[in-house]
């Protein structure tokens, strides 16, 4: 089956501009996260999706950060303006219900943002 | 608030040795844990995913524990080889599904 799919994989902005992710979750998966990694630390979630509806947002920056999944499927991840602190690994992950008890994460590559 | 914490930070071992990788936790309500793996400038792969109705779990030379009582799970890796030199990420899922991860142990096997 295939895999999570994230795109693009690298991206440079300087601050103040805007930038966009994109994350196609495995084929069935109901569930999508969104994570920040920042280098040198573990993944920290900032939103996580049940269907097209929000589960928490609870961590993600809402005064810049913004993140939508039209018909449940694909979603998008947006930061406008960004700022150096930005700078980090997004990663995107989907699970589904193995059995009625896994969740296991299967996580996309990631997308590498660097703010200048 | 939960938090994990892996020991130590960094490892480098000669190849051929058996190690043990260290994650901790302090909220002992999980759902599940999962250990993963990173290569530099990659994404991450599951490795192991242990319920918290389990005591451990075995892929090839892998092998996680889990002690929920006391917070701990512990990664034991087998005559270790330099394909195995990448960061290792020890994860807890609470009762939403969310992973809180650890920051990792680099891992570093000599030739």
């Known amino acids: 089956e295939a895999g999570v799919a994230q795109s693009p994989r690298y991206k440079i902005i300087e601050k103040r501009q805007s930038v966009a992710f994109w994350c196609n979750p495995i084929?069935?998966?109901?569930?999508l996260y969104w994570y920040q990694q920042i280098l040198g630390q573990g993944p920290k979630l900032l939103i996580q999706?049940?269907?097209?509806?929000?589960?928490?947002d609870s961590q993600l920056p809402k005064d810049r950060f913004s993140a939508e999944r039209l018909k449940g499927v694909d979603s998008t991840l947006k930061i406008q303006p960004a700022k150096l602190e930005d700078s980090a690994v997004y990663l995107c992950?989907?699970?589904?219900?193995?059995?009625?008890?896994?969740?296991?994460?299967?996580f996309g590559p990631g997308t590498r943002l660097t703010v200048t | 608030k939960q938090e994990v914490t892996q020991i130590p930070a960094a490892l480098s071992v000669p190849e051929g040795e058996n190690l043990v990788l260290n994650c901790s936790f302090t909220d002992s309500a999980i759902y599940n844990l999962q250990w993963f793996r990173q290569d530099p400038g990659k994404g991450l792969t599951s490795l192991l995913l242990i319920q918290s109705s389990q005591r451990e779990q075995t892929s090839g030379r892998l092998n996680a524990s889990l002690d929920k009582s006391s917070g701990r799970s512990t990664l034991y890796i087998a005559a270790s080889q330099p394909g195995d030199s990448a960061t290792y990420l020890c994860a807890v899922s609470g009762s939403a599904r969310q992973l809180t991860f650890g920051s990792g142990t680099q891992l570093t096997v000599l030739p």
């Open positions: 992950a989907s699970s589904v219900i193995q059995g009625g008890s896994s969740y296991e994460q299967y």
């Open positions: 084929s069935g998966h109901a569930t």
């Open positions: 999706f049940q269907n097209n509806g929000v589960v928490d």
